[in-house]
């Protein structure tokens, strides 16, 4: 934790803020380890202070040993002013993409109110700490290895389990079921099971459905261990696969097959992606592939670096993200394939072998 914070407090001056109030929930959990669900974190160069109302005070203190909890209770205006007087920050920097409009209408109110905090200038900041998050630590990578272990024996499960006639939200909750009982916290997104023509829509939501022979199976799941996320997909076929499912499957295949040999550490999100996608364009499937090609993984299952034609995110050693070309015809359905890997030494190194 202490190095995080060494590294959030080295963007001060970039930023030009002298200290940062932090209200974005894992943001919060990845600076102090408090895992409770409401809290403010207040942060200058020389003081820690996590900021709890009474249910989480116990926590925060066993939780958060290197930060001064402070108990807070009300309304912004009851506890903002008290709370900023320990520090004296001039400049603050705050979550602007966390707070909504109504919060920094209350913020603002509380400033020309009290006469204490009435000179204080709030600095909007954009990803501050999402950056750091970015990149994961050995510690991190241990966790978010327990859950993309965890995530490939469910699907394993599941693809041992399937039969025609189950329907999709049938397999749905047996996988999530499987995940729960095998340690999983609550899964970090709806599992999608999605058969047939459902399979083209990327993010189907599990349906009545039944499943017949021949036809794709798209399964995308995620398993959550010590807060950390996994994503994973797996599109299978019962019985024999038709010929448009082999020329499918086959070329999404080497398209992630090809960014995983290919991606280096230094490159964009735009070029991996690029990687995948010229495989995918060369076999004439340009159009089928309309999302981007991943995402990061970690507290959260969609964080930096995003891996898609727009991204300028670039890639270092110790991130984590998902590799996930897909092809999708209409009325036939789709194939995804997707992994959770991570860079190390410069190149991507697969959780499970
Ligand atoms: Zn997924
Ligand atoms: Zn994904």
Redesign the pocket.
Known sequence: MHKRIQKLRQKFLENEIDAIFISQSENRRYLSGFTGSEGYLLISQDILILATDFRYVEQAQKESRNFEVVKIKGELSEWFPNLLSKIKPKKLGFESENTTFAGYQKFTKVMKENSSVSKLCLIPLKGTVESLRAQKDKNELEKINKSVILANSAVKYAISEIKTGMTEREIAWKIEKFLRENGSEPVPFEIIVASGPNSALPHAHPSNRQILTGEPIVM?L?AKVEGYCS???RTICLGEQSQTFKEIYDIVLRAQLTAIADARKGMSGKEVDGLARAVIEKAGYKDAFGHGLGHGVGLVVHELPYIGPNSKDILTDGAVF?I?PGIYLSGWGGVRI?DTVTLEKGRVKAFIE
Do not use: K, N
């Open positions: 995308d995620g994503d994973l997909t998902t996930e997707e």
